[in-house]
């Protein structure tokens, strides 16, 4: 029988941490962080490094990790994941590729502070390897590996072809591949709950149990108690939405993962996928797989992809057609794990902006700072906004402060229900593009892909 939700198979593998203890009252201290996931344990992380005399208290609702951070696919690629043209339209080329060699930058930098720390997170470094299983999807491929090495990945990103990717992982149909070297499997569960005692352990305290109901310069009211604070930095990616004026600022995107049972060393060797790659496709509304450390498949995507009014978090239990479209592209894509059963499916949200860019912030005038909006690469991109916030706070004028998302602005989203008709439209275009696709072989992207991305300004 699969598991549904709670919140995730990543928490039934590790086991659920125990729970922190609630605020006590009101306090003060020199820096609040609301949201104790990847990107507000990394700020305390490197604050606390910048300076060891800071008060830092990060406030979580649930747990530490019990949203994105402790549900994700477990891909930590250092992937730029955005409009390159878009930042490159404010800030230029130059600071653009500056950004994207930081984002880069960021998969050695969290091996190396979970080595460090000894936090054991079934990391394991390997490839990405993105396959085309047909003509549109092999167009879009050999876009995004010329697009890529312009914007300063030459040295890591390349294009292989059908037998080279089929000896990797064999998934049918396929003709061609992209591989992105440097990239790391991770269990995100392990590696946020040892994270977070590595902030402990460096001096900062964390609460959990406690809801933050409002803040703004100086104060942070929760459920618990008020905390006065000269810097607050929001750090509550799909969540946001839930706070008292940030309903339109980010989208809660949906995005959901089926894992399969452990399987056997026969259907390994049908299979392959011995580097252990995260793998997916370039279909339109794109897949994203790895094999976990026990021989499992683990399958994530969007599935039904918004709820009305940016809801969130319904106990990590996805819908069923969520269920049936992520099976479907297990069995595709995996067919000799057709008859393995499916252990335990969740799901999760993820923030994005307006633009689909993500973007952090600092106010030296009110002391409050963000980031977010990741559009699903939170993992490495929080690990490099945990580090910009820390010099943003404590006043240093390095490389990371002046790349081009810091102090980002875009417009706010739609009200509903057009944000709601939008979204799900998209998403709806998208499927049947790649629909098309398959069936017809069109030797390029549908046009019904490309009026999806246009109507919400993802394109």
Request: glycine share 14%; net charge positive; charged share 20%.
């Amino acid at each position: 029988m699969t598991r549904l939700g709670g919140p995730s198979f990543w928490y039934a593998d590790a086991g659920l941490p125990a729970l922190r203890p609630a605020l006590q009252g009101d306090c003060t201290v020199d820096v609040a962080i609301i949201g104790a996931g990847y990107t507000g344990l990394w700020a305390a992380w490197y604050l606390r490094k910048a300076d060891p005399t800071l008060n830092i208290l990060l406030i979580e609702k649930n747990f530490a990790g019990f949203g994105a951070s402790g549900r994700n696919g477990g891909w930590l690629t250092g992937g730029f994941a955005w409009s390159h043209a878009r930042y490159a339209k404010t800030h230029g080329e130059a600071a653009t590729r500056a950004m994207v060699a930081a984002m880069n930058g960021t998969v050695d930098e969290v091996l190396a502070v979970a080595a460090a720390e000894g936090i054991e997170a079934d990391i394991y470094p390997t490839d990405e390897l993105m396959v085309a299983t047909n003509p549109a999807q092999l167009a879009r491929l050999r876009a995004e590996v010329v697009h890529r090495r312009h914007w300063g990945e030459a040295d890591r990103v390349r294009e292989i072809g059908a037998a080279e990717a089929m000896g990797r992982v064999a998934v049918p149909g396929t003709l061609g591949g992209m591989i992105v070297e440097g990239v790391a499997r991770v269990q995100p569960a392990k590696l946020v709950q040892g994270l977070a005692q590595a902030v402990e352990r460096a001096g900062a305290r964390i609460v959990e149990q406690t809801e933050v109901l409002s803040y703004g310069p100086g104060q942070v009211t929760t459920t618990r108690g008020i905390v006065q604070a000269g810097v607050i930095l929001r750090a509550t990616e799909g969540f946001t939405a839930g706070l008292p004026g940030h309903r339109r600022d980010w989208l809660a995107l949906n995005s959901a993962q089926i894992v399969t049972e452990p399987l056997p060393p026969a259907l390994w060797d049908q299979i392959g996928w011995q580097g252990h790659e995260i793998l997916g496709d370039f279909a339109n509304a794109y897949c994203y797989c790895q094999r976990t450390r026990e021989g499992r498949i683990a399958v994530g995507g969007r599935g039904v992809p918004y709820r009305f009014g940016n809801g969130t978090d319904r106990e990590g239990v996805p819908d069923p057609e969520t269920l049936r479209r992520l099976t479907t592209i297990l069995h595709r894509h995996f067919p000799a794990a057709r008859d393995a059963r499916i252990d335990h499916g969740w799901c999760g949200v993820l923030a994005v902006p307006r633009d689909w860019c993500a973007s952090l912030g600092f106010d030296r005038a009110t002391g409050l700072g963000f980031a977010g909006g990741y559009v699903g690469v939170g993992v490495s991109t929080s690990n490099l906004a945990g580090r910009t916030l820390a010099d943003l706070v404590t006043g240093q004028d390095s490389a990371l402060v002046h790349l081009p998302w810091v102090n980002r602005q875009t417009r706010k989203w739609e009200p509903e229900p057009l944000r709601w008709l939008g979204v799900r439209g998209m998403y709806a275009l998208l499927n049947t593009a790649d629909r098309r696709e398959a069936a017809l072989g069109l030797p390029k992207t549908s046009a019904f892909a490309r009026l999806g991305n246009w109507m919400t300004g993802r394109g």
